[in-house]
């Protein structure tokens, strides 16, 4: 049996008319604790929140959330 990985991960988030509610886990660094993650998104994304032409339509981005992350591998037979 693995082990699943366990973390920290980014959790990107946007609202428009178009497309409603969006949300999805950015592929990316996996990290310890909460802390490490939330510093890294004010560094990568953390320009978002000083942008109102960027959180406005037809945008509508947020600044990414830490989230907890669990992640699986199963073997799949032939």
Same mark, same amino acid.
């Given at each position: 049996?693995? @082990?699943?990985? +366990?973390?920290?991960?980014?959790? =990107?988030?946007?609202?428009?008319? $178009?497309?409603?509610? /969006?949300?999805? $886990?950015?592929?990316?660094?996996?990290?310890?604790?909460? @802390? &490490?993650? +939330?510093?890294?998104?004010?560094?990568?994304?953390?320009?978002?929140?000083?942008? #109102?032409? $960027? @959180?406005? &339509? #037809?945008?509508? =981005? +947020?600044?990414?959330?830490?989230? +907890?992350?669990?992640? /699986?591998?199963? &073997?799949?037979?032939?």
């Amino acid at each position: 049996m693995i @082990r699943p990985l +366990r973390g920290w991960g980014v959790m =990107w988030k946007s609202v428009n008319r $178009l497309d409603g509610p /969006t949300a999805y $886990l950015v592929w990316g660094p996996l990290f310890r604790t909460r @802390r &490490e993650c +939330r510093d890294f998104i004010e560094k990568v994304y953390g320009y978002i929140r000083k942008r #109102p032409d $960027l @959180r406005d &339509e #037809p945008h509508g =981005w +947020r600044v990414p959330k830490a989230v +907890r992350v669990k992640v /699986t591998a199963q &073997e799949r037979k032939p």
